[in-house]
Structure formats: structure tokens, C-alpha cells
Nanobody, 112 residues
Framework: QVPLVESGGGLVQPGGSLRLSCTASGSMFRFYPIHWYRQAPGAQRELVATISSDGTTKYADSVKGRFTISRDNAKKTCYLQMNSLQVEDTGLYLC??????WGQGTQVTVSS
């Protein structure tokens, strides 16, 4: 399996926004749910958002109303739009689907 490729992270001030991208290579992308996780230093990996193959979305309570997950099956890409970012959102963000290997993630740092 080919690893997913995450991008779009960076350093942003509290209240700012970022859009993360997750790109797959497999031909079955459109059939899989896609999950975004984040890993903060010293903490367990946390499931942040999921989008199913039919577009149904779920969010962790901590990000509801601030994050939006979406997908473009033609581009084999999943997006995570993050608004009103908080210091607590800092971490390594990784995406996952059952047809791919884990990628290296993209770092998000929220700091003033």
C-alpha cells in the first residue's frame, strides 16, 4: 500500500485558519471513509474528523463548529478546513484510509 500524503500545516496565531490536504494514490479512494487524526506531544492519537464514502461527516466534540472535512474523489484528496484555531489544536495531523499506509503527517502549531 502507498502512504497517504498530508500537507498544509504551519504556524498560525490563535483564531487563525489552515486548510490541510490528504492525497491518496489508490484507485479505491472513493470507496473508503477518510479519517483525520492529531497527535499532540505526550498525548494519545485523537480522532478529529471522519468523512464516509457517501459524504457523511463526524467530528470530535472539541472541533465541532470550527473544522470542516470534505473530499474530492476525482482528485483523490480529502481536506480539513480548520477555523478559529486554538492553542490546544497544536499537533501532528495525519489522515488514514483502509487502502493506504499512514503518511508522515503535517505539523500544525497554534501560537501567539
Amino acid at each position: 500500500q502507498v502512504p497517504l500524503v498530508e500537507s498544509g500545516g504551519g504556524l498560525v496565531q490563535p483564531g487563525g485558519s489552515l486548510r490541510l490536504s490528504c492525497t491518496a494514490s489508490g484507485s479505491m479512494f472513493r470507496f473508503y471513509p477518510i479519517h483525520w487524526y492529531r497527535q499532540a506531544p505526550g498525548a494519545q492519537r485523537e480522532l478529529v474528523a471522519t468523512i464516509s464514502s457517501d459524504g457523511t461527516t463526524k467530528y470530535a466534540d472539541s472541533v465541532k463548529g470550527r473544522f470542516t472535512i470534505s473530499r474530492d474523489n476525482a482528485k483523490k484528496t480529502c481536506y480539513l478546513q480548520m477555523n478559529s484555531l486554538q492553542v490546544e489544536d497544536t499537533g501532528l495531523y495525519l489522515c488514514y484510509d483502509a487502502g493506504s499506509d499512514w503518511g508522515q503527517g503535517t505539523q500544525v502549531t497554534v501560537s501567539s
